[in-house]
């Protein structure tokens, strides 16, 4: 289980260390079929905190990626996509006996997705404690994670520890539940261990849908939103697909129109949104206390968000920064 050194995480700001699972996705050549009716597949690296770790990169970021492969093709295919997009993997390990996971997403019609995962156990799932790089952890300025790395053991406790580290060396906590039900036993087990570390985070980016789920009520108003702040809270945000997001902070609050694209696949417009935000706060934390400043990253966010979505696959779609301020520019 060799650790692997490749990247160098060269860009501005502060270091942004992404924590959890990366696999491969495998999407449907045709948009609107069942899986079974799909005549083929393209081959897509994902998993939402690589996919966070490349947007920061691509943005001109410094970002790294902690987690477990398998020692297979397709785990060294993922530890080489990290490399050429400029990420980290100083916290990168693999496992010999487990598999590097797999992701069927069928696309719907308009764009939205359903998933099948090949994950019993996937290498991610098996990453230890033990295994985690303290001295990489401890040099983030933001040490950002899913809930993905919350439902089995080995790789809870490993993420409670390497939470518990970053926070103690002073990272800002950035936490994206990124539901995926059909990975979990029970919705209940789903809603009771994403809320476990709520009260820990500084940053909670949530979906409509997963807004829905967390409260279990069906109205996305402010009365739902403010349900799930916490003291510990600097920023809660409600992503809201083409219509934007609003932001919660302890002194404003508001909203921020999106942008109008011809979505082809939704795959990993939130974590280009999250990667974008997260960026502009490690170049400049008072982004968190200006509203003005806050409005601009979150323009500048949106507009990530919204290009991810007009390719198909989450990697291939991240923008780079020029790509963003074309779009906003057009606006």
């Known amino acids: 289980m060799a650790a692997v050194n490749n990247g160098n995480a060269a860009g501005k700001g502060g270091l942004i260390v992404c924590f959890g699972e990366m696999l491969i996705d495998f999407v449907p050549t045709v948009s609107g079929v069942s899986l079974a009716e799909a005549p083929g597949f393209l081959k897509a690296p994902g998993g939402a905190p690589a996919n966070v770790a490349i947007a920061v990169s691509r943005l001109g970021g410094k970002a790294a990626f902690i987690g477990k492969l398998g020692d297979d093709e397709f785990g060294h295919m993922l530890a080489g996509i990290l490399k050429q997009n400029g990420v980290t993997g100083d916290g990168l390990t693999f496992d010999k006996g487990a598999r590097t996971a797999l992701a069927f997403v069928t696309l719907r019609a308009d ?73 979990w036993p029970s919705a209940k087990e789903a809603r009771e261990q994403i809320m476990s570390i709520w009260d820990k985070a500084e940053l909670i980016k949530v979906s409509d849908n997963e807004l829905e789920f967390l409260t279990g009520n069906d109205k996305i108003d402010d009365a739902a939103a403010m349900s799930l702040w916490h003291d510990n809270l600097k920023l809660l945000l409600v992503t809201l697909g083409e219509k934007g997001c609003r932001y919660y902070t302890k002194n404003f609050r508001g909203c921020v129109d999106g942008f109008c694209v011809d979505t082809v696949d939704t795959t990993g417009a939130g974590d280009s949104f999250v990667g974008a935000l997260l960026t502009k706060i490690v170049a400049d934390p008072s982004v968190l206390q200006d509203e003005s400043k806050l409005k601009e990253a979150l323009k500048f966010a949106n507009a990530c968000g919204a290009i991810t979505t007009t390719k198909k696959g989450a990697i291939p779609a991240l923008p780079t920064e020029s790509d963003a301020l074309s779009l906003i520019n057009k606006k």
């Open 111 to 183: 764009g939205e997705r359903e998933f099948m995962f090949y994950r019993n156990p996937s290498a991610d799932m098996l990453l230890t404690p033990e295994e985690l790089n303290l001295e990489l952890i401890r040099s983030a300025k933001v040490f950002h994670y899913g809930s993905i790395s919350l439902i089995v053991e080995p790789c809870r406790t490993a993420h409670l520890k390497a939470m518990e580290e970053a926070k103690k060396a002073g990272a800002l906590l950035s936490y994206d539940p990124n539901l995926r039900l059909p990975l």
